[in-house]
């Protein structure tokens, strides 16, 4: 079916609201207020985390419910900057939230063991594992816009939900183990993280180039709309391009600042852990000798050691 303009596209197929999204919103935030709530006599999730976890609902309900839910389906580089908010902002600010160890330290003894034995699962292992994270992430938004997922995902209203809520469900997944904040089944060095994230800042740039260089995106599907506004379907896909490549670029920024700070943190605990290890091997050392360790040199010689009465 084809629209004459943007005006009766929108009176004909008004944007609805995602009730699903604004359900889950409702459900993670009272939750997560909540178990906070319950926790705050731990403090370990501290003010600022609690406030980019809200920063990431308030993101998603704008990805969702609002003027960029509103034209995603008419603007290939509105449906880009979508695509970027559920899979990149929304799920890193989640993360960052550390939710897990909001609702681990707000539950009981036994919900405790039950979630620290789920999380410590062969299943969660593999499933929750950098390299199937990240494969998963890099992977994702080649399938929605080289295969018929991308038409789908505007056309039909449950795989629409579904594909935000799957996207968002990625992103959370992999930022939950790449940042390592919450506990994870397997804890890994960050400099892995740092490695992979350069990677897949490569991944992100072909794709960037293949829709900028390449055939036009989901061609009959916009031809159909009719639009006699903004620019056009190769202007729209070339925005597109440039936003899931430079702005996903950018906005990864914050996260490999943080993986570095998360870099230093873990090498001065290496560092410290490895200098308590050999100062236990020298008190060993000096108890199995019958002699402790002297702090100036001339201590060990017996005739300074009588000149000096030590």
């Not at 004909?12 to 459900?27: G, M, N, T």
């Not at 506004?229 to 490999?256: C, E, K, N």
């Amino acid at each position: 079916m084809s629209w004459r303009n943007a005006a009766r596209f929108a009176a004909y197929v008004p944007h609805v609201p995602d009730w699903v999204a604004l359900l889950l919103i409702l459900i993670t935030g009272t939750g997560y207020y909540v178990c906070r709530r319950r926790a705050r006599r731990v403090g370990t999730v501290v003010r600022s985390q609690a406030w980019c976890f809200g920063a990431g609902l308030v993101w998603w309900l704008l990805a969702t419910n609002s003027v960029i839910a509103g034209y995603a389906p008419v603007l290939f580089w509105v449906r880009a900057v979508q695509v970027l908010l559920l899979l990149y902002v929304v799920p890193f600010l989640l993360a960052m939230g550390r939710p897990v160890t909001v609702l681990r330290e707000a539950s009981s003894r036994n919900v405790r063991a039950r979630l620290d034995a789920a999380l410590g699962s062969a299943a969660a292992r593999v499933v929750l594992s950098p390299p199937v994270t990240s494969v998963l992430m890099l992977a994702t938004p080649w399938l929605l816009y080289l295969t018929p997922w991308y038409v789908a995902s505007m056309v039909n209203p449950v795989i629409a939900s579904a594909t935000r809520i799957m996207l968002s469900a990625i992103g959370f997944g992999y930022f939950y183990t790449r940042l390592q904040s919450d506990p994870v089944p397997r804890r890994y060095s960050p400099l892995l993280s740092i490695g992979i994230s350069v990677a897949e800042g490569l991944g992100d740039g072909v794709l960037g180039l293949v829709l900028w260089l390449g055939p036009l995106i989901a061609y009959d599907y916009y031809s159909a709309l009719q639009r006699d506004w903004g620019p056009s379907l190769r202007d729209d896909q070339t925005l597109g391009a440039g936003v899931l490549w430079i702005l996903g670029d950018v906005l990864g920024v914050p996260f490999i600042m943080v993986l570095m700070r998360a870099l230093g943190t873990h090498e001065r605990t290496r560092a410290a852990e490895i200098d308590a290890e050999l100062d236990a091997e020298v008190d060993a050392g000096s108890e199995e000798d019958g002699t402790s360790t002297s702090a100036l040199w001339w201590e060990s010689d017996p005739q300074l050691r009588d000149r000096y009465h030590r």
